[in-house]
């Protein structure tokens, strides 16, 4: 119990040494999230493709935010 | 605790500050070409549109040539159009300038200073600032709808006396 404190400090170093690690991104210093090689996904139409073949061959579908069947119709 | 809750409400207060009915910051800045250095605050008597952009910003792009053709129209009526370009590479800058050519002014703020001082969430931001250095109006990102009530907001401060 007496060594509280100090305890208490060891814990909450590491934290507040982490919390330099968050910065705040202002709008203009968007350059470099804006490329296309940041976005989640690169291509659009190849990962729809990718998605309805998946949907068809699985014989089920969703996890992507869409309803739908296995039939490969949708 | 009151005066706690009166710091805090005036902390939240001070955070969102708007900028419209503001004095415009004053901040100074080259032009693209280093031929020319102004004051963003200090529009000479004229009608400032100052736009802040950078060459990976989509809506940017699209807001030029809405932005050109103002230029076009309202320069010789006392409507002056600055855009100051917050790219980390002025070569995108030039490369954007090369595909979207304009007639109206492009300032470079490397330091990127000025967007902090106008206080910018959104890229484009433009600002509207009347002839006695008032900001008026902003406006954050650029919609095709916008343009409608921009040419309306830039022709009411022209026809403040």
């Avoid at chain 1, 470099?32 to 699985?58: C, F, N, V, W």
């Avoid at chain 2, 129209?73 to 070569?91: F, H, P, T, W, Y």
């Avoid at chain 2, 910018?120 to 931001?125: C, E, G, H, L, R």
Wanted: charged share 20%; hydrophobic share 45%; with cysteine.
């Amino acid at each position: 119990m007496k060594n509280k404190p100090r305890w208490f400090a060891i814990l909450a170093l590491p934290a507040v040494a982490m919390l330099a690690g968050c910065a705040d991104v202002q709008p203009w210093e968007r350059g470099t999230l804006a490329r296309p090689q940041m976005a989640l996904e690169p291509d659009a139409l190849d990962s729809a493709l990718i998605k309805h073949t998946y949907s068809s061959k699985e014989a089920a579908a969703g996890g992507y935010g869409v309803g739908g069947g296995g039939c490969g119709c949708n | 605790m009151k005066t706690i809750i009166k710091l805090l409400m005036a902390l939240l207060a001070l955070s969102f500050a708007a900028n419209a009915s503001e004095q415009a910051p004053s901040c100074k800045l080259k032009t693209l070409d280093g031929k020319r250095s102004l004051d963003l605050a200090d529009s000479q008597g004229k009608i400032r549109y100052v736009d802040f952009w950078a060459s990976w910003c989509g809506p940017c792009a699209a807001s030029f040539p809405f932005m050109n053709a103002l230029h076009g129209e309202l320069a010789s009526q006392g409507v002056e159009i600055v855009a100051v370009n917050l790219d980390d590479n002025r070569e995108d800058a030039l490369a954007f300038l090369e595909k979207n050519p304009v007639q109206f002014a492009i300032v470079e703020d490397k330091e990127a200073q000025c967007p902090g001082l106008y206080k910018v969430k959104a890229m484009p931001s433009s600002y509207l600032i009347d002839r006695h250095g008032q900001i008026r109006h902003v406006h954050l990102g650029f919609h095709d709808v916008d343009k409608t009530e921009l040419r309306a907001q830039v022709q009411a401060l022209l026809d403040e006396k």
